[in-house]
């Protein structure tokens, strides 16, 4: 993995964005973009009790290359991303990621291209369950 990429990882446990922050922040870094997906409650105007992600055992290796491709995109970025696995509920934390620069243009384009290529690329899918008892699965191939 690129030294540029503090971590990019798959976790069973709650997530907090600090962690992210704080593996990218440095002296050297002008710029510092976070991002944080959370679980809403509600999709496609159904009410949504909570979420159940799963990954293919390939998931974590992806998303280790994800984030290295957009480092070598971009030299001066560092990057911390990490999704979360298992049920979550209205308000948790499902994806955090920070990405660091000597500027901001870097920071914004990078940190929005590293989620867009995470949700593109690595095959994680998350099961709905709605307040009327249904479930749907989104992201499965």
């Known amino acids: 993995m690129d030294s540029r990429v503090l971590f990019a990882r798959l976790s069973e446990s709650a997530i907090l964005l600090d962690d992210s922050l704080g593996a ?4 050297a870094a002008g710029a510092v973009v976070s991002f944080s997906g959370v679980v809403r409650n509600r999709d496609g105007g ?18 280790e290359t994800v984030a290295a491709s957009i ?6 970025v560092c990057i911390a991303i990490e999704h979360r696995l298992g049920s979550l509920e209205v308000g948790d934390l499902a994806l955090a ?3 660091s620069s000597a500027h901001r243009s870097d920071a914004f384009v ?6 867009d290529e995470v ?12 307040a ?10």
Do not use: M, N
């Open 132 to 141: 009327d008892g249904t479930t749907e699965w989104v992201g499965s191939l």
């Open 119 to 130: 949700k593109q690329q690595v095959p994680i899918w998350k099961l709905q369950h709605f």
């Open 46 to 63: 159904r009410s949504v009790t909570r979420l159940d992600y799963e990954a293919h055992p390939t998931a974590a290796g992806i998303l």
């Open 110 to 115: 990078a940190c929005q291209r590293l989620v």
């Open 24 to 27: 990218v922040s440095t002296d």
């Open 97 to 99: 990621c920070a990405v």
């Open 71 to 76: 480092a070598a995109d971009y030299p001066e």
